[in-house]
């Protein structure tokens, strides 16, 4: 094996190849106009024979600028946050730049590690779903000129761009929907101290709940599927007169948990308990027992938080930087009047 595939192949050894110079090269590769039909051929066959991969990174740290944006989501096995990075990665593919993605998992001490691989790799700017966006390191992020745009949380400062949803309506819209339906002993599933924003939706429905004058129990459960599985063991050991009629989860991947548990325990959905959900992600609708949740419009936030983040790296003060959507209620088959069966009306 020669020495030129074992090492990295330079731009000199696409000149000596072609038999052309380091300048030519060069410009077949920034300015191919200005270069003669017969050399430019040499020269993409030396790049093709070579495998020559130019390095994207030091051009752009030479010419002061980056296209590539970071995006940090805070759990990227969530489909909610999945959904945000289609909306990011679609929005920045079509503005000709590419991501380079991480994922916190829910652990401040790898939201810290990307933060820093996003400033040591000079990115254009991020997009960040943190666990506080008031947190020191996100302020050092900007403080070291890299722009930076908060998605999934409302944080309205002066000097911060931000994508959230109002999500206090959001737990009000699922509280009163299961009070419209008749129930009076209602459940939030999930734990507030895990996210911002399900402290705001646990808010809302505990709002709504105080105001009907109902009772709400509380279950804390991590913000996952198997935690929906814990909770719904819980409910099903509780005596018929005391369990909640309806169940209010804090995210869809609770309330996919309860829709497996219950019915194990024989515990009818939504005959004996309703269960609503919280993100409409892409499986809500085609379960057994199709969820009732409320849609948040997770590709339309990413997207909207590329466009911002472009903004600011263009050097532009956004009109609107602080961008809050509304939440809508989806009602399916699992919420119903007391009694009722999932086939009936």
Known sequence: MSNVAMRRVGLKDVARAAGVSVGT????????????????????????????????SARQLRAGYSSTVGLLLLDAWNPAFAEMARGVEDAAAEAGMTLLMSNSARSLERERAALKVFSEHRVAGAVVVPHDPRSQELHQVRAGGVPVVVLDRTDPRDGVVSVGVNDV???????????????????????????????????????????????????????????????????????????????????????????????????????QVSVLGYDDIPLAAQLAVPLSTVARPHYAMGTAAFELLRAVVRGETPAEPHQVFAPTL????????????????
Do not use: K
Request: charged share 25%; with cysteine.
């Open 25 to 56: 090269v060069s410009h077949v590769l920034n300015h191919p106009e200005r270069v003669g039909t017969a050399r430019r051929e040499a020269v993409e066959r030396a790049i093709e024979e070579l495998g020559f991969v130019r390095d994207e």
């Open 169 to 271: 309506l959001g737990g009000r819209l699922a509280a009163e929907h299961l009070l419209e339906l008749g129930h009076r002993r209602l459940a939030f599933v999930g734990d507030p101290s895990l996210a911002v924003p399900v402290q705001d939706r646990f808010e809302g429905v505990r709002a709504a709940a105080a105001e009907a004058g109902v009772e709400l129990v509380e279950l804390d459960c991590p913000l996952s599927v198997e935690g929906g599985r814990t909770a719904g063991r819980t409910l099903a050991q509780m005596p018929v007169a005391e369990r909640p009629t309806a169940v209010a989860c804090a995210v869809d991947v609770v309330a996919v948990g309860l829709l497996q548990e219950l019915p194990r325990h024989g515990v009818d959905v939504p005959g």
């Open 330 to 345: 989806v009602a399916r088959a699992s919420s119903a009047p007391l009694g009722a069966t999932a086939g009936g009306e």
